[in-house]
Structure formats: C-alpha cells, structure tokens
C-alpha cells in the first residue's frame, strides 16, 4: 500500500517538475503589410495550431491574450520589434514570443519566422523562405517556414511545388488555372504507307496525285477543355481543325475529336477519338478523278509538353490504323502557347 503511494506521489512530482520545464510561447501578431493578399489572423491561427500539434511549448491562448488586452488596455498587435516584443512578452509572463512576416518581391513571396526569447532579449531563430506569388497558399507557406525553423521534416513535393515558379501548374501553384494547357496552334507532318502511298505517286491522269513522297504538311489550331481535373491528372476533350497537303497543291481538311487523360505533373498524355477528312474518292478509294466525300478513321495519339519559364511546346505522336490492313498512316505535330498566371484580382 505504502509503494503504491510512494509511485502516485512520485509522478505527480514528476508532472509538475516537467511541466515547469516546459517553455511558453505566445503569438501575438503576423508582419503582411507587403502581402495584402494574405489574412493576417488566418495565419495566426494556423502556427499556433502548429505550435499545439508540436507539443514543445506551453502555447498561450488566445483567449487570454484578448482577456489580458482588454483588462490592462494593452495593444499586442503592430508589435514586432525587439523592445516591443520584450514588454509585451514580460506583460504575459512568457519565455518566447513567436512573429514573423510575409512580403511580396517581385513574382515571390518572402516568408519569415522568428522565434524571440524574451528573458534573452534577443531572436534565438529565424528562417526565411521564398515561394510562388500565387494567393491562397498563404497558410501553408508559414506551415513551410514554421516547421523549417523547428528543424522538422517537410514533404519535398509538396515544397518543390510551391517553391518553383515554371513547375507545371498544379492545384498548389496555380489554384485558378489548375490545369497543364497545350491549346494553340499546331503544324507538323503525316507519313502515308501502303496502296495509298501508292495511288499519291501515280499520274493524275490515272487517278494520282502526283507525289513521289507520301508525306502532308498539316497546319492547324488545337482547342481543349478539361472536364475534369483531380491531383496530378485532367480528363480532356480536344478539337482540333486542320489543313494538309498544301505541298502537293491539295488542300484536305480535317477535324479530330480527341478525348484524353494528361498530367499536370510531368505533361505526358494519352489520347484517342475520330477524325473526319474531306477527299476525293472514287469506288471507295482514294482516286483525284473521283467526288469529294467524308471519311473517318480512329487517331491513336501519345505525346508530352515540354516547359520553358511560361512557355509550353506540345509534342504529340499520332497513329491512324488502316481498314484495308495497308494503307496505315502516322506523324508529328507540334506547338507552343505561353500560360499566363492568373492572379485574384486580374
């Protein structure tokens, strides 16, 4: 009975002892007077919730620095000098007070946290970080910062993410334009195989066309829209209007609908869908003496986009089987665009 008591007494011993030794901290105010972008008791609120999941520190409520505030008439916001931040500190009768600041230069985000230790008088840790001007990522940027000067582990991705300005756009990075876009204009070549290469080389006069090289510039504009976008990857639809053989003194219009899966991470994408052709065919072969007709076909399409700052340049292959089990036909397009950020208030 006696051990039982002498146990109960000596942890509770012990629980005071470290609770003592266990530091205080108050955060009290969040320098964004540069960043208007931001809301300031927002932030506040996210560090000392991160304050509380460290468990290192005896975190000051909130409650009591308004109560405080309120009953000694003392303003603790504004305050983030070093005098200031030794009264007010004194004030609540803390070890530390945690500030810090967010400020806009040029197209990045400066982040800062400071610890300041206020029997000491002085700042004992600072971090700085730079991020991607983009809104919204505001809570998570001093989360980055704050767990920096903890000397606690980061998720690389995630960091990588917000901290490269030409990453490709992401939920993170670009919050109001969350997808990879490779719209714009298209231009590249397509290769003719089989009975069909066969009838573009042969003489006018016998139904040909008068092209020794089965090969058709094409020229063209690619519209898409994503209809879906989750994660890394977006479901897309493309229509894309096209002209070829302007080499060879044709003119063959062409429209694909393509409908597709690409990733906003790496910017590879798979696609496939119809295209729809204009030519001259008689007795359902390709022949210059017959009439204008529609055909279609199923296009097979694999490609990447490939970053440069805000430049995008769409790379695509493509391959369209053939139905006489001949006449098979592949190519390269190619294009560009630039992606514009969009800010909130633009």
Known sequence: ???NVFLAITCIFSSLVFAQNIPSVAILDFDTRGYDEVERYQIIQKLTLEMINMSNYEV???YDIEYISQRDSIVFTGCFSRICLKELGDKLEVDFVLTGSMNLLGEKVSTTVRMFDVNKNTFVNSVNRNYVDVPNNDLLMAELTLKDMMGLENDPELVRRVTIANDYENI??????????AEGPRMGFGFVTGNNANILARARDEGGFDQQLPIMSQFGYQFEKAYITT???QAL?????MLSGLESNRLVPTLTLLNG????QNGWEVAFGPTIDLSRVLDGKLDSRGDLQFSTSLVFSVGKTIKSGDMNFPINLYFIPARD????????????????KKRLFD
């Open 1 to 3: 009975m006696m051990k």
């Open 60 to 62: 000051v409520d909130n």
């Open 172 to 181: 993170l990075n670009n919050p109001y334009d969350r997808t990879l876009i």
């Open 231 to 233: 994660g890394n990857w």
């Open 237 to 241: 639809a493309e229509i894309i209007p």
């Open 261 to 264: 899966l690409r990733s906003n």
């Open 325 to 340: 089990n001949s006449s098979y036909r592949f190519g390269l397009s190619m294009g560009w665009n630039a992606a514009k």
